[in-house]
């Protein structure tokens, strides 16, 4: 086994974005000995090794290791695998530049290089060492493959899809393999390249394949439905996440997202509001989330009132512009109006620019405040409007 200890964040999963809420799609990197664990292929090798690609068309290369460097290619292993990557390091570039090491030698200490440099934090030097292991071609299979799919997977880390995805396509076409974990590395590797659609039939084939799929897998299978614009099967699926942990609060807003991706804002704000009631909208964001779900909705006006102000009240929800500015229009279309002025004068001194205070100044001279309306206008003149002329007629008028 060469690898027990390899960082376990390689594949992640970008967070899908969807209206005011997110989907969370994660994934915990596969080591090595996690991906062993998990292999279905039963067949075993003479020296009792599993044969993870059965059906591969490489043929295993006859390139044996230099018995002179066993020793300190043992000590490489065994100090890579006490995590003593810094230590491990140096053996692998004496290893490198030994001339004694054959193409085996080479293969192997590159791919244990690559790992120990994604473990010092050096993806670039990972990907360089598992190239190199990739292109001596003189690994087994297991291993040849398995940093095919490491090398897939830095790329993916680094938004490098157009390589990841030539990587992959090259590991499939020589591997053939139909392992569901390796389907969702693909999946997750289209998924991130913006080509959600593309992403959905390896997804599903590997949940489909797989018993007691991960829920990972199918966040992100719902992840990739919502974004191609299938928010039937999206719904589906955030509905049974949702159902199968009604504790989880992430659960709960991936189905949160996927209705207001739907456009179905009563069924979001039902959940979000199951939330409220049992107090795990703990975020500013969770707030947020569902007063701008409110907001959405025609004659909710009073609903997202109350929620902005018990967030505010329970310092959750931060007083900042967006915040005082959903509070005054809240108002303003509810036919709050006094209500409504006081959440712009809030608003407007954190504005970036004049034009709240030019939109408090056309509320103050429709109420007949003129005097305010006038102080309001040269506020918005004095921090830049788009439009100073209408500040300037209500300057002009008088009192």
Known sequence: MLSRNIKRNLLTLAVAGLLAGTVVAEAAAQDMQTRSEQRRAKQKKGNGAEVRYPDAAREEPK??????????????????????????????????ADPAATDYDKALVNFLAAQIAYNLDDNAAAKAYAQKAIELNALDNNNHFTAMQFLAQLQTQDDQYAEALATLDRFF??????????????????????????????????????????????????????????????????????????????????LVSVYQQADQMDKAAAVLEK????????????????????????GKEKQAIAVINEGLQKGVLKPDHQTYIALAQSYYYSEQIPQAIDAWKK?????????????????????????EAKQAAQSALDKGVKKPEDARRILALKN
């Open 347 to 371: 608003a407007a001194p954190l504005a970036p620019n004049g034009e709240t205070y030019l939109n408090l100044a056309r509320v103050l001279h429709q109420e007949g405040r003129i005097a």
């Open 63 to 96: 390139v044996k290791s230099a018995p002179k460097l066993a020793k300190k290619e043992q000590k490489l292993i065994d100090t890579f695998n006490d995590s003593e990557f810094e230590a491990a390091k140096p053996l692998a570039e004496e290893l490198l």
């Open 173 to 254: 076409a020589e591997t053939k393999s139909q392992k569901p974990e390796d389907l969702v590395i693909k999946g997750n590797a289209l998924y991130r390249a913006d080509k959600p659609a593309e992403a959905i039939p390896f997804l599903k084939q590997a949940i489909d394949a797989t018993p007691e799929p991960k829920n990972e897998w199918v966040q992100l299978l719902m992840a990739s439905y919502a974004d191609a614009g299938q928010n039937a099967q999206a719904i589906q699926l955030a509905e049974q996440l949702a159902a199968k942990a009604p504790d989880d609060k992430k659960a709960q807003l991936n």
């Open 275 to 298: 939330l409220r009631a049992a107090g795990q909208l703990t975020e500013d964001r969770d707030y947020r989330q569902l007063y701008i779900t409110y907001a959405n909705m025609d």
